[in-house]
């Protein structure tokens, strides 16, 4: 997949240089985030730099959960407070932990991958594999919904799961 803006934050150094060698190498445009502090930073700058303030500065933030100086809960707060629609991925050895907090302090869906975990499987959650896959055996091929947002994806696979248990 071409054009992925990525934003990702971690404080563990080696980490942070696994990412951009695997994101880069995938052509994807990488912004990299030592400290929750630092992520927020970098988002609020790339966003006032977009013309659209609804519109997600990134294709995806990659959060781990504990980071020095914010959270990667109280990052994911602050980002989908200012943008609701931002796609969030936590990456973080504290998964379940995530998914209670985020259901019940974000009540938004964010996405989860638990450490360790295989960086391919980082890449296709990024690059939607799962959903591209599901969307196949309704007959729609990647090249026609390549322009189309990750949520909106989603939704259009939700809307024919029920057409199909509805009506076929």
Request: net charge negative; with cysteine.
């Amino acid at each position: 997949m071409e054009n992925i803006k990525i934003l990702v934050a971690d404080d563990e150094e080696d980490l942070l240089d696994t990412y951009q060698t695997i994101f880069e190498s995938k052509n994807y445009k990488t912004f990299l985030a030592r400290n929750g502090q630092e992520c927020l930073e970098i988002y609020r700058r790339e966003l006032q730099k977009t013309s659209d303030p609804n519109y997600p500065p990134f294709d995806i933030v990659v959060l781990d959960h504990k980071m020095p100086k914010k959270s990667g809960l109280d990052v994911a707060k602050e980002i989908l407070e200012l943008v609701p629609n931002q796609r969030v991925i936590f990456a973080s050895a504290f998964a379940k932990d995530i998914l209670v907090q985020a259901a019940t302090e974000l009540n938004l869906g964010v996405e989860l991958l638990q450490k360790p975990f295989n960086l391919d499987s980082l890449i296709d959650k990024i690059e939607d594999k799962e959903v591209y896959s599901k969307l196949q055996e309704y007959g729609i091929e990647k090249t026609q919904t390549r322009k189309i947002r990750h949520d909106d994806l989603v939704k259009l696979e939700n809307m024919l799961a029920v057409i199909e248990k509805e009506y076929l």
